[in-house]
């Protein structure tokens, strides 16, 4: 970065309460502060302002990767974060800093009225230096935004694989709907966690609600099975129907000695009976 | 040099393993266990494992060489306290450690020993 | 692909891989890796540090903490002056052993990870680079 002239910051500093008056004008003007405390925004155009001059009074140039930038990328990250989640697209983010070029562009042609080229050249360094910012602020407003959807993913899948106790020491998981890798692993973590949790020592996964059984499947069904062998618990399969014993053993599939019911019904009457229980009619 | 304790309780060695074991200490642990159950003609032998946040092919192959050797003499060897990430990424590795009893935790793994003593 | 930052660990002693072991649990902590991955890779780093000490003769592990595409990741590189691995498709078989006979083989040790790259040749070092992505 070309020298910032040191009246440029002094400019900057000296005009502040015009600067940032000017900005929220702009910023209300198109729409950008709707929705939001008018505090809120002030507080945060003074704070990004402070941030500024304060980088650049400590001389770091326009790449904003450098640690002397650390202070204001935090900022602009927690600010992509609080916009994404009240809703905000990542053009109306941006437009946070791209609505500061014009007030300060204005504050500088003032100060540099006798210099063109002078103003040119530092224009262009504070140009290049909010372009840099507002493009970072964008990349983490959709890394938010990613980062919050996968997080309704996660959940979303959880909530429609939830972990039963049917008894004292009897865990069921009935599975729903195709098993594809991502969502098995949430489940079969959730499952292994709550055996954990609860030290029930009989898992039973009901798969009565799954349409299909390919290799795959059966694959992270065994490694499920096996994960809760080596923690000290036991699993039993229920709602193998005769098309999904069939696919089983035309792929050829070794289920390792996997106990399997073709019902929850017969799976809970097994494992009541491994723990030692029976039941037996009343009167 | 440092080695992790193993305890007696009756007819039983009780093993906790609460540290980031390098490979000298695990198989430091394999020998003096070994050694422990021919003094003290053990029974069984329960190692608790709750506070491992790690298995790797070296350990998980020293519990199924500690879980063989008591075999050997007339000992049963049973896992205890496995944590699910752990168990996850040991199936993942390949290592189904089989042959090796487990348990939940130390109370039902005592258990698991005492029965399997009372059937003999 | 951005690197936030790099390092580099030395593995000579037994002592080292332990220490591997928990700068890569202090690696993925700070990229808020969830706890399975994180096991998975620091897993899979003492398998290969263990590699690198007892059939490398000792080397290094570069780490480096990546950013891409708005995720971000750690990197691993193990690399030794050793003898090389000969038949890397016989390596990369469940089972395979050399030496002392200690190995699982690197197919294991891959399955944990997302990436693994290996570059080896016999009497020319081996040089095994891993990544997780949180």
Known sequence: ???????????????????????????????????LKEQEVKQQTSDFLQ???????????????????????QFLEKLSRSRALLGQNSQQTA????????????????????????????????????????????????????????????????????????????????????????????????????????????????????????????????????????????????????????TIVHLGLDLQGVVTKANLADALKLALSRLGLSLTKAG | MERIPILQMGD???????????????L?????????????SARGVLIDISALDMVDSFIGRMIGTI?????????????VGMQPAVAITLVELGMTLPGVSTALNVERGMKLLQDWVSNQ | ??????????????????????????????????LIDLTKLVTAVSELARNTMVYGGGGDMDWQIIEENARTGVRLVFRDEGPGIPDIKLAMTDGWTSGNGLGLGLTGAKRLVEEFELETAPGQGTRITITRWT
């Not at chain 1, 790449?63 to 930038?69: E, K, L, Q, R």
């Not at chain 3, 993925?28 to 969830?34: D, H």
């Open chain 1, 1 to 35: 970065m070309a020298a910032l002239q040191t009246s440029t910051l002094e400019a900057l500093k000296k005009d502040q309460a015009q600067l940032l008056a000017n900005w929220y004008s702009s910023l209300e003007a198109s729409g950008a502060t709707r929705n």
């Open chain 1, 51 to 73: 941030l500024i001059i304060a980088g650049l009074d400590a001389g770091n140039g326009s790449n904003v990767a450098a640690s002397g930038w650390d202070e204001i990328r």
């Open chain 1, 95 to 246: 437009n946070f800093i791209f609505a500061f070029k014009g007030p300060l562009f204005a504050a500088l042609q003032n100060h540099y009225q006798d210099n063109p080229s002078l103003l040119a050249e530092q224009l262009l360094e504070l140009s290049e230096l909010l372009d840099s910012l507002g493009m970072h602020t964008i990349r983490t407003f959709q890394e938010s935004r990613e980062a919050v959807i996968k997080r309704q993913q996660e959940e979303l899948l959880e909530l429609s694989t939830p972990v039963v106790k049917l008894w004292d020491g009897v865990l069921a998981l009935p599975m729903i709907g195709t098993l594809d890798s991502q969502r098995t692993q949430v489940v079969m973590e959730s499952l292994l966690q709550r055996i954990v949790d609860t030290g029930s020592e009989i898992a039973i996964i009901d798969i009565t609600g799954v349409p299909t059984v390919d290799t795959l499947v059966a694959q992270h069904l065994l490694k499920t099975v096996t994960a809760i062998r080596l923690m000290g618990a036991d699993c039993i399969i229920s709602g193998v129907r005769p098309q999904i014993a069939q």
């Open chain 2, 12 to 26: 039983f060695l009780l093993v906790t393993i609460q540290v980031d074991m390098h490979d000298q200490l695990a």
């Open chain 2, 28 to 40: 430091t642990l394999q020998e003096d266990l070994s050694e422990r159950i021919s003094r003290t």
């Open chain 2, 67 to 79: 879980s063989g050797l008591s075999r050997i003499m007339d000992a049963q060897t049973v896992l």
């Open chain 3, 1 to 34: 692909m951005t690197v936030r930052s790099s390092g580099t660990h030395p593995i000579h002693i037994e002592q080292d891989v332990v220490l591997a072991r928990q700068l890569t649990r202090k690696l993925a902590t700070e990229c808020g890796m969830r």
